[in-house]
């Protein structure tokens, strides 16, 4: 009996951000080499960080928000997605296990800055929970997606038919 054994995927750990603002409203920001592709801050947790320490790390490096400037509400983890066509980043991860946080932008939008470090965004704004579309999502992460904001807003996301 031929018995072929897939190799297991290897996944980064990975943190994300929902950022609301007073209104409610959520930060969402468009990547830099992919027009139209919209999503939350997210990155990976460095080795001897723990995911809070990187949420705030990456918060400052991808849009230059400090942690002051932040109230963690609520954290969510287990979000688990495998990188398009077999793809492996760093040489080993085929894939990102991602733990979400909401929350509460203390500071002025001013404070964004995208150029803070590495940019990574081109533009970003405040949309409300219901305006975000799956269409802005590469396909390899659109379960994500779709069970974040089922779980923080209560809200199902339709996929689209592309």
């Known amino acids: ?96 296990e991602q733990a979400y946080f909401r929350c509460r932008f203390l500071g002025q939008d001013s404070d964004v800055n995208l150029a803070a470090t590495h940019q990574e965004f081109s533009q970003w704004r405040w949309i409300e929970p219901r305006e975000f579309q799956m269409s802005w999502v590469p396909r390899f992460k659109r379960g994500v997606y779709r069970a974040v904001f089922m779980d923080f807003f209560g809200i199902t996301l339709e996929m689209p038919r592309d």
């Open 1 to 96: 009996m031929d018995l072929h054994l897939a190799t297991p995927i290897v996944y980064r750990p990975n943190v994300a951000a929902i950022l609301l603002n007073d209104r409610g409203q959520i930060f969402v920001a468009e990547r830099l080499n992919i027009r139209g592709a919209w999503q939350f801050p997210q990155g990976g947790i460095d080795e001897g960080e723990d995911a809070e320490t990187a949420l705030f790390r990456e918060l400052e490096e991808e849009i230059g928000v400090k942690r002051e400037q932040l109230e963690v509400l609520e954290k969510r983890e287990g979000y688990r997605y495998a990188f398009s066509k077999n793809r492996l980043k760093y040489g080993i991860y085929g894939g990102q």
